[in-house]
């Protein structure tokens, strides 16, 4: 559906027709800010609304069906009508909290726990709902085994491959704290819209994770700290008798270079402060630009001694993620 949706606007874009109005003055955005995204995301959130209820039938989320010619003129009038409101959307990054990342943030828990088998801080850069703070009451389901809730509305089938991390029952987590420039609250129906506006319409099996993993997540809130990641970390140290772990993913491309920077700085900072008794794990699932592509790899280093390692690789989504 995107494809052609996006095809159809990129066309019209070069065209100087509705869409080149929407986007004046992001002529120059940079790939990684997903811009075509952020795009989409807003008219998909005037669907779900009901504000641009003429396009309900082709889309899969409110029950239509995909059908390009058909619905591309009523999308031309979603654009010059509701010009100001999409173009305003485009100010704030997507916010994809998916939950079949869990999936290799779990994995890559289990290494660090393996090193350090000590209770959880787990602190979230970029977490958007926090959604994936709540890794620990999905269903995770993989050949030959299965970790967290069976009965979770939550599941994630086939979520491993290759080399099964080294599992333990329980993860025992004692802090979640989550951090991002514009939390999104589960218990609103807004923070809901704007979860779901940014899942592509057609991707049902996703659609179906999020609506699930909202569901749970209205029952089990976690602390969400309005921020930037920078500011944030400068505040996180580690601490005696739990392993502090800072995790991210699908975040770091959002964030200026001067951030990162800081971020990376901070993060070996926090890492010369680590001992065994105060052990640091930085784990990041996030795109890697790699000969010919991006991956999607699952990443960790931990403190003391700074060791970093790739642990696997993810499809965009989490789901499945193969171990190394
Ligand atoms: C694509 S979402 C990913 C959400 C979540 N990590 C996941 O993988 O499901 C990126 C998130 O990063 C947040 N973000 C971008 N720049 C940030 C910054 N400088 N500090 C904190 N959060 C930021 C955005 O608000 C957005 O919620």
Redesign the pocket.
Known sequence: MYEDLLTRLAADLVAGGPTSDVLRGHESDPGPS?LA?RLVGGLHRLVLDGTASALAPFYPTVGGRWEGDAAWPLVLDVLREHRDALAAGLG??????????SAALLGGLMHVLEAHPLPVRLW??????G??LRFDAWDYRFDGGAWGVPDSPVRLDDCWRGRTPPLRDTVDVVERVG??????DVSTPDGRLRLMS?VWPDQADRVARLRAALEVAAEMPVDLVA??????VDELDVERGVVTVLW????W????PA?RDRLAARVAEIGAHATPEAPFAHLR?EPVRLDGGFENLVELTTWPGGVGRVLGESAA??VPTTWE
């Open positions: 997903a995204l704030s990054a997507p916010q994809t909290n998916d939950v079949g990342r979230e850069v970029g977490c958007s709902a959604l994936n951090v991002d420039l514009a939390p999104v940014y921020g930037s990641a920078g500011d944030a991210h993913s699908t975040f491309q959002y964030l200026a951030e699932l989504h989490g």
